[in-house]
């Protein structure tokens, strides 16, 4: 399940509709393309604001519970203006047993869909 975390806001990409299909979620996330690229971006002021005191992490952790922990991982895409609310949702994944990646991200950034723009090398 893919979470995006910018200017203190929690947007998730997808969510279960009625039937429980999981669906891409257009009021938090927007897909663009550019230069023939494809990519998500969060929606400004949609999703949930995180409190840095962590007085809404009972919220938090209900944006996470939709998503069974034996059938996926949370990926947290973190935006550098939002790195102290990303210990509130660490916190709640973690209280909520959920296997998570962070994803760091600095402003200029995006998330692209499909083929990579260039190949990640890992070390």
Known sequence: AGFFLKAGRLCSYAKFDSRGNLIRNETEVRVQEE???????PVAGAGLLVKPDGSNGDKVASRLEPFDKAEYFIAIVVWDDSFEQFQIVKEAAV?????????????DEKVYIGEAAERATVQ
């Open 35 to 41: 230069e023939g690229k494809t990519f998500a971006v």
């Open 95 to 107: 209280r909520g047993n959920y296997e998570y990646q962070l994803i760091p991200m600095t402003q």
